[in-house]
């Protein structure tokens, strides 16, 4: 069956800290370039968990069993529990371990049995791997997590794995040989990654379901079972002896009886994340000096395995651990152990490797040298220098990672500090740009705001002007018509003009050649056709003899017309008053001559002819 990936990362709840990303022991996690979010790479996870166990918002969930136990509990079969040693660390809170057999039993298992039997015949297997040396050194390969480290990472070294199984798998074959082949497994443990371990295996020694002991509190909890309401129930045959110890990390050395002696011993035991990541570096670089075995284990022992009760303290755990293992030898049956033991001696218990060779190709230094210079990290090329904390040990690590597309530039502190800093001083002109353009904004909108009314005003005045005059006053378009007309027009061109003035005041858009003869209105279009003026020009209207002036306003576009009605007294004064100067200025040679024939000085004659001038202007004067 298609599984889905052990870990999952939920985008929603995740707040972008990169502990995930810092804890990771083999850069499994992508840092999306957009969105800056983390995804785990299932293919490069070894599945240890401490990327779960760092998430403080929990955005990271494992593939949970409890759905699938569920169903195998229904499905009819008899199904077997196998515990791990490691109960007695976690279940403190059960008061005797006989209770915690019958709750699993309430849960509805058939059989209960003890991982730590699986442990001692393993153990078995390893004394005699260490102890018949034949020239190579081997890695326990007890550790879900480390095998899967040595597979991917160190994919040259799965030779040296110890080819057994795991505790898990050895009580797996030896359930089915006591019940039956069609008895359903269930696994209960401290570790996660013992659910992608589980997959690998078929037959005799399939594992169907693996439950951590957090899914297993969850259990008891839907199913309200309580210690309190039950009786003590045993364990099912074969019980463990010192497998019992195998929480502990050297534990399985004494389960096994291997020297562990500095002096005599060939074996090295080792626990934690980076202790893990060492042996296995230092053992493939130096195995020829170091000359030992390595017992190793990813957490600080099984008792503090992923899949235990957050907040676990170790050297309590510990000792939890020894003093069940002591109880349990208090009634041990040594002698039937040893038959038991010899009775599942037949058992298949090797194993191989699979290499998965996850490494990455590391760029040339070029490239590298060239993500240092863009974090501003130029020079960190050849030392160890890094504060760590994007999650890489060194810039050098962090820029290879980026190559590889692990990472973004985004998680190096200095160069997202860099960049705030640029950020905040764009920021801070960008303001100061945008404050200065508002107020020029302001200052041009109070302007136009100000010339707008002072256009408004002079319109009104111009309009106020117009419709006082006593000359008629109108304004065409191209198409002859009326744009604007005052009230002097509309009388001079009479009766209908001021119909229409009425409906249409100012007869704004009616067409001029409705109102004018051809004769009159021909004139305009003959100013908008040739753009030059006509000036004073008399135009005989019905009755009306008018001084008429066309001139352009806007080129081809607009024109307009004065009107003066020369039998208006005032206009007809005007006009004098204009020929005469008109006379005076542009004929002042043709004065002379008249004052020489009436034998007048020039300025004589000027003088009179401006008293002439004088006398239409002010009529009443002397
Ligand atoms: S640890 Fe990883 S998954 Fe959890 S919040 Fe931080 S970045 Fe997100
Ligand atoms: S489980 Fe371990 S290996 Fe897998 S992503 Fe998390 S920290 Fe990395």
Not at 76 to 85: E, S, Y
Not at 179 to 183: C, H, P
């Given at each position: ?8 990362i939920s985008?929603d709840?995740?707040?972008k ?7 990771c022991?083999v850069k ?5 370039v ?14 240890c ?13 494992f593939?949970s069993s409890?759905?699938e136990?569920?169903s195998?509990?229904a499905s ?10 490691t109960i ?10 006989r ?5 699993i ?39 879900p ?8 990472y160190?994919p040259?070294?799965?030779?040296n794995?110890a080819?057994i ?6 009580t797996?074959?030896?359930?089915r040989?006591k ?5 359903q497994?269930?696994?209960?443990g401290?570790?996660?990654?013992t ?18 002991f957090?899914e297993l509190?969850?259990?008891?909890n839907e199913?309200n ?21 195998y ?14 002696n500095?002096l ?5 035991t ?15 670089s ?10 190793i284990?990813?957490d600080?022992g099984c008792?503090?395995g992923?899949?235990?009760s ?14 069940y ?10 002698d ?16 191989q ?8 190709p ?8 060239e ?12 030392n160890e220098?890094g ?9 050098r690590d962090?820029?290879i990672?980026i190559?590889?597309g692990?990472a ?5 502190h ?6 705030r800093q640029?950020y905040?001083?764009t920021l ?13 904004l302001k200052?041009?909108e109070?302007?136009a705001?100000?010339e ?11 309009t106020?002007?117009l ?6 006053v109108?304004?065409?378009?191209d198409?002859l ?9 509309i ?13 249409i ?5 009616a067409d ?9 209105y021909?004139?305009f ?16 209207f019905?009755d ?7 001139f352009?306003i806007?080129s081809?576009k ?9 039998y208006v ?5 005007e006009q004098?008053?204009?020929?005469l100067t008109?006379?005076i ?26 008293s ?9 004067k002397?």
């Open positions: 069956m298609l599984q889905e990936p052990l870990f999952h985008h709840a995740c707040i800290c990169y502990s995930c990303v810092r804890i022991p499994a996690i992508r840092v999306d957009n969105t800056e979010l983390p995804s785990i790479i299932p293919e490069r996870c070894i599945g968990g401490s990327c779960y166990r760092s998430c403080s918002p929990h955005a990271i969930s593939r409890i759905e136990t569920k195998i509990l009819g079969k008899k199904v077997a529990a196998i515990c791990d040693p007695s660390g976690e279940f403190h809170d059960i008061t005797d371990y209770k915690f057999v019958e709750m039993r309430q849960l509805g298992f058939t059989y209960v049995n003890e991982a730590s039997f699986g442990v001692d015949l393993v153990a078995f297997k390893y004394k005699e791997l260490f102890e018949n040396f034949r020239g190579k050194y081997h890695f326990t390969a007890n550790c997590s480390v095998v899967a480290y040595i597979e991917k160190y040259e070294l799965i030779t794995l080819p199984v795991s505790p898990m798998v050895a797996a074959k030896v359930v040989q019940y039956g082949s069609d008895v497994v269930v696994f209960i401290p570790c996660i990654s659910k992608d371990e589980a997959l690998k295996f078929e037959g005799d020694a399939t594992i169907n379901a693996v439950l951590t957090v509190r969850q259990l008891f199913f079972i309580r210690e309190s309401q039950l009786e003590f129930s045993e364990f099912d045959a074969p019980l463990g002896y010192k497998g019992s110890l929480p502990i990390s050297n534990g399985f050395l004494q389960a096994a009886d291997i020297n562990e500095l005599t011993g060939t074996v090295i080792t626990e934690g994340r980076n202790n893990m990541l060492h042996a296995v570096k230092e053992f493939d130096r195995i020829e000096l170091i000359r030992r075995n390595f017992n284990f990813y600080e008792l503090m992923p899949g235990t957050p907040g676990g303290e170790k050297f309590l755990r510990m000792t939890l651990v020894t003093d293992a002591n109880k349990r030898l208090v009634s041990f049956d040594k039937v152990w040893e038959d038991e033991i010899a009775s599942f001696a037949h058992l298949d218990l090797s194993r490797f699979e290499p998965d060779d996850q490494r990455l590391v760029p040339d230094d070029e490239k590298i040298e993500v240092l210079k863009m974090i501003s990290r130029e020079g960190h090329m050849d220098v504060c760590e904390s994007c999650g890489y040990s060194n810039c962090l820029a990672a190559t590889q692990l973004t530039t985004e998680m190096c200095v160069f997202s500090g860099h960049n640029e905040i001083q801070r002109s960008t303001n100061e740009n945008l404050a200065t353009t508002k107020a020029a200052e041009s109070e302007k705001k100000h707008q009314e002072a256009q408004k005003e002079s319109a009104e005045i111009i106020t002007m419709q006082n005059l006593l000359s008629g109108v304004i065409v378009d198409d018509k009326i744009y604007q007309s005052n009230k002097a027009f009388r001079i061109v009479g009766e209908e003009a001021a119909m229409i003035d009425e409906v005041p100012g007869l704004v858009g001029l050649k409705s109102l004018l003869p051809v004769h009159f021909k004139m279009s003959y100013v908008l056709t040739s753009d030059e003026p006509i000036e004073n020009k008399d135009v005989q019905g009306i003899k008018l001084g008429v002036s066309i352009p806007r081809h607009y024109v307009g017309g004065i009107l003066r009605d020369m007294p005032e206009v007809r004064k004098i008053i204009t020929r008109e006379v200025d542009e004929n002042f040679e043709m004065v002379q001559k008249i004052a020489y024939l009436l034998g007048e000085g020039a300025s004589k004659t000027e003088q009179m002819l401006n002439v001038i004088d006398s239409y202007k002010n009529p009443g002397k």
